[in-house]
């Protein structure tokens, strides 16, 4: 496929997971793909395999210094950014009564502060046709037991989207957000263990984790024009899970 030919992708959390398998598609599909987290290790990896096509940024997207740096990179060897994929995010279970104002910092930094300043940052390289799009969460709908910061930040993440696609009317550049559920990457492989692999798993209706290459699919979908009609929405990609 050929969907995305002649492209420039920016992913954010994009050196494994998610991230790593939507950049595995977008090149698969012509695009050309800029990575940026935060450790060198796993982007010289993800560089490594995914070949010419994808270049890595080492840093983080709550700090704007090394997101200005990420575009002026993106910039001097492209010119302009078609998708912007603004996937990091952060979370951790702490229970209502328990809750720091640290631990609401670290989650809202990176998945709110984050999001907004990764799609803001992008916008003087984008153009008409470009793509824009959040990962949010089956969690901002449904909630879960002791995630009260990261629930809440992907509902607002979801909101975001419905926002700009207000603020972005004329410009051509569409916005959508990409919920998963739980997903079996393997960092998920490795805190969960078979047993919690099985648990996660049960919670849908189809009875088992998502593969990271599902999600980017439904990644290359929302960056391609086979979605040229869709804004301000949310495609669910979670097995069911926050559908019934």
């Given amino acids: 496929m050929s969907r995305l030919n002649g492209k420039t992708a920016v992913i954010t959390g994009g050196a494994t997971g998610i991230g790593l398998a939507a950049a595995k598609r977008f090149i698969d599909e012509g695009a ?59 979370g951790s279970q702490l229970a209502l009564g328990k809750i720091t104002p640290e631990h609401i910092d670290e989650t809202f930094d990176t998945n709110i502060k984050g999001s907004i300043f990764t799609a803001q940052k992008a916008l003087p390289l984008m153009g008409k046709g470009g793509s824009i799009i959040l990962t949010g969460s089956s969690a901002g709908t449904t909630g ?53 692999v099985k648990t ?23 960056a391609s024009p086979d979605s040229s009609y869709m804004t301000a929405s949310e495609l669910a990609v979670d097995g069911g899970l926050a559908q019934l």
């Fill in 32 to 90: 050309f793909v800029f990575l940026f987290a935060r450790r060198q290790d796993k982007l010289d990896a993800a560089v490594a395999e995914l070949g010419p096509n994808a270049r890595a940024v080492k840093g983080s997207v709550s700090d704007l210094a090394d997101l200005d740096r990420l575009y002026a990179t993106v910039k001097a060897e492209r010119g302009t950014v078609d998708i912007v994929f603004a996937n990091a995010g952060a």
């Fill in 144 to 196: 879960a037991p002791a995630m009260s910061a990261y629930s809440a930040s992907k509902a607002g993440v979801r909101n975001l989207a419905k926002t700009w696609a207000e603020d972005l009317k004329g410009t051509g550049i569409r916005v959508n957000v990409l919920s998963p559920a739980s997903t079996l990457t393997d960092l998920a492989k490795e805190a969960l263990g078979e047993e919690g």
């Fill in 200 to 222: 996660f798993g049960a919670m849908n209706p189809l009875q088992r984790m998502a593969d990271p290459a599902e999600i980017g699919a439904a990644a290359a979908f929302l």
